[in-house]
């Protein structure tokens, strides 16, 4: 009888261990997801079920406080569809036609070395409509910079060369070179007018010599696209070019309409 009881006094012991481990790494995923530290944070997410909106390392409410999104209106079936590039690999041209012909603007953050190289690529986005956001001039760890001056160089740079391109003041979104980012960049980002745009659904498209197949991509793209889903893609991906046409069309078969980040910051 008395080993019994002691069975079962361990059981409940153990039980009790079990659940405050559970409560504790809750506790401790939520104050992540409220506040980010002062130090270097890589932007990241956690997908839970297929179609649900992912939980970023910093909450869409603490992210708001600095004019950042990672995610749009989570009750509307809407894509806000952004492109990364530090270069072109012969993707874009493809890429901006297929744009055209699902009437579906982007938004293409680009680096210093875009600018310069493909300059006429550049006009052709803004003129058929599309956001040329700033991705920096020469794409560093923005985490690592800590002076106003520094950060605001880096961003400020590539806005001149911008308007020397288009003749246009360049529309005041950032995306943090490999989503590095601490709190104190997104104040700065703040304080110089623009918006911090991350994202909410990528995928491993960006390796030119390792590219996922068609089959793999739309594996990660169909299943977790999401409500207000901001969707970061690289247009130097081949595979991106092949399956944007379809893969538009699949979204649009799910129901999903497409926004700008015009949109998205007018209504958030």
Same mark, same amino acid.
């Given at each position: 009888m008395?080993?019994?009881?002691?069975?079962? @006094?361990?059981?409940v012991? %153990?039980?009790?261990?079990?659940?405050? &481990?559970?409560l504790?790494?809750?506790?401790?995923?939520?104050?992540?997801?409220?506040?980010?530290?002062?130090? @270097?944070? =890589?932007?990241?997410?956690?997908?839970?079920e297929?179609?649900?909106?992912?939980?970023? =390392?910093?909450?869409?409410?603490?992210?708001?406080?600095? =004019? /950042?999104?990672?995610?749009?209106?989570?009750?509307?079936?809407?894509?806000?569809?952004?492109?990364?590039?530090?270069?072109?690999?012969?993707?874009?041209?493809?890429?901006?036609?297929?744009?055209k012909?699902?009437?579906?603007?982007?938004?293409?953050?680009?680096?210093?070395?875009?600018?310069?190289?493909?300059?006429?690529?550049?006009?052709?986005?803004?003129?058929?409509?599309?956001?040329v956001?700033?991705?920096?001039y020469?794409?560093p760890?923005?985490?690592?910079?800590s002076?106003?001056?520094?950060?605001?160089?880096?961003?400020?740079?590539?806005e001149?060369?911008?308007?020397?391109? &288009?003749?246009?003041?360049?529309?005041?979104?950032?995306?943090?070179?490999?989503?590095?980012?601490?709190?104190?960049?997104?104040?700065? /980002?703040?304080?110089?007018?623009?918006?911090?745009?991350?994202?909410?659904?990528?995928?491993?498209?960006w390796?030119?010599?390792?590219?996922?197949?068609?089959?793999?991509?739309?594996?990660?793209?169909?299943?977790?696209?999401?409500?207000?889903?901001?969707?970061?893609?690289?247009?130097?991906?081949?595979? =991106?070019?092949?399956?944007?046409?379809?893969? @538009?069309?699949?979204?649009?078969?799910?129901?999903?309409?497409?926004? &700008?980040?015009?949109?998205?910051?007018?209504? %958030?």
């Amino acid at each position: 009888m008395l080993i019994s009881i002691k069975k079962n @006094i361990f059981i409940v012991i %153990i039980l009790v261990i079990l659940v405050l &481990t559970v409560l504790l790494i809750y506790s401790t995923f939520s104050k992540i997801s409220v506040s980010v530290s002062a130090g @270097i944070s =890589n932007w990241g997410l956690k997908f839970n079920e297929e179609g649900s909106v992912p939980i970023g =390392n910093a909450s869409i409410e603490f992210l708001k406080k600095y =004019n /950042a999104y990672y995610v749009g209106d989570t009750k509307e079936k809407c894509i806000y569809l952004t492109f990364d590039a530090g270069f072109e690999n012969g993707n874009t041209a493809g890429i901006l036609d297929t744009l055209k012909k699902h009437d579906v603007k982007a938004a293409f953050f680009l680096v210093g070395n875009y600018l310069e190289k493909e300059p006429e690529l550049v006009r052709r986005m803004v003129e058929e409509g599309h956001i040329v956001g700033n991705h920096t001039y020469n794409h560093p760890d923005m985490s690592a910079i800590s002076d106003l001056e520094s950060f605001k160089k880096e961003l400020s740079t590539l806005e001149e060369l911008y308007k020397e391109i &288009t003749g246009e003041e360049m529309p005041k979104y950032y995306r943090p070179p490999q989503g590095k980012f601490n709190e104190e960049n997104l104040k700065m /980002a703040k304080e110089l007018g623009y918006k911090t745009i991350f994202w909410s659904l990528a995928y491993v498209d960006w390796y030119t010599n390792d590219q996922p197949s068609k089959e793999y991509a739309f594996s990660k793209l169909i299943p977790r696209i999401h409500p207000g889903a901001i969707v970061l893609l690289h247009s130097t991906s081949d595979t =991106n070019e092949q399956i944007l046409d379809e893969l @538009i069309s699949k979204w649009k078969d799910l129901g999903y309409c497409f926004k &700008t980040l015009d949109d998205l910051t007018a209504n %958030i």
